[in-house]
């Protein structure tokens, strides 16, 4: 059976909180920096405007593992979610919301409800 985690944390920038969320919410960016792996491969299906799937594929040594994200943006509140709908972690559910803490730092708060 599944279990169930939750867990949150908070991640100061030295960046305004538009420019954090620009940064973060950047999906279509071709470096695979998050991903960690040169070989990953990202394909950006747009459902609507402001909700998309992300599909990441990359190898590992037991095969290719794909996964698919659902992700909804709020660009206006600086926060989005992004729901796992396939691989390790399907169901997982992760919020994000970027505050200012100023004119040139802000905070991400991240709170997880992971399911492995």
């Given at each position: 059976m599944p279990v169930s985690a939750r867990y949150q944390f908070r991640q100061n920038f030295s960046v305004s909180a538009r420019e954090a969320f620009d940064w973060c919410t950047a999906f279509d960016v071709d470096?695979?920096?998050?991903?960690?792996?040169?070989?990953?491969?990202?394909?950006?299906i747009q459902i609507a405007k402001g909700n998309l799937i992300l599909k990441d594929t990359f190898p590992t040594p037991k095969g290719t593992v794909e996964k698919q994200k659902l992700v909804a943006l709020y660009p206006n509140q600086r926060r989005w979610t992004s729901t796992h709908l396939s691989g390790p972690n399907k169901y997982s559910q992760f919020l994000y919301a970027i505050t200012p803490r100023g004119k040139d730092t802000s905070v991400l708060e991240f709170t997880a409800l992971h399911i492995e």
């Open positions: 470096d695979n920096a998050l991903i960690g792996d040169s070989e990953a491969k990202r394909e950006i």
